[in-house]
């Protein structure tokens, strides 16, 4: 890696990250809400869904409580996934797409924080703190002897009191998966890199609504945050640009931290083909 590609220093990055994570933790704790408003906000989008057509949460949910053998792997998937490739994918970028990884941070960090102003603004109970009555399972919960969580969602047995239940809308375990699939299929040099970039946002999708964490629409508002982060990275990236051409400095799409180098380089996903 040239120092001309070089992204900021691996503790500046970590810090800033380990900052924006902390924010958005302790932030979802904040945003609880009320549990009546949250139960109301599931129930209508539960409605809503039924009038579409795409309720498709209750028969997954029915299939995956049925059957251990997609239920339990599920479980895992939920619980894990999200925590692993999305700082895998992070320090991949960083180590061998320098050009790229400012970009997708600052994408990344961007739809994070807009994931929060919307638990914050829309409490919703998810479909396996419904009522009985409404036919959903907590499958985390039916199938809890497999793994180490307990009753609260995929947080550790004992540890239910430090996440917030109600912070589904939007899912940003579908948001994440939607990144990464992203930028492993565009800049994955393998196939079976490119290919786990196309699989990975699809099985998330499935599995949040099949372990009743998520209704479908939660999934689409997850997308629907990616696509925003994405256009606030891009107009980040284009102000910097500006700013480095009338200073002398440069730096890739979305750097928050920039450093000295010629102007001509545009980092963004769009550009880097």
Known sequence: MTERHRPTRWWAELLLLGLVYGVYSGGRLLARGDVDLAVEHGLSILRFEHVLGMDFERPLNRLFTEQAWIGVPADFVYASLHYLVTPVVLVWLYRR??????????????????????????????????DAAHGFTDTMAYYSGYGWWGAEASAPRGMGGFTNQYAAMPSLHVGWALWCGVLLWAY???????????AYPLVTTVVVMGTANHYFLDAVAGAA?????????????????????????????????????????????AAAR
Do not use: H
């Open 97 to 130: 797409r320098p050009a790229q990884y400012r970009f997708a941070r600052t994408w990344l960090v961007s739809s994070t924080l807009l994931g929060l102003i919307g638990f914050t603004l829309m409490p919703t109970c998810p479909p396996r703190l419904l």
């Open 188 to 198: 994955g040099r393998t196939p079976l890199l490119k290919a786990f970039g196309l």
């Open 225 to 269: 945050v990616m696509g925003a982060g994405f256009l606030i990275a891009q107009r980040i990236g284009s102000r910097s640009r500006t700013r480095i051409v009338s200073g002398g400095w440069d730096t890739s799409a979305g750097e928050l931290l920039p450093k000295q180098r010629p102007a001509a380089e545009d980092d963004s996903p």
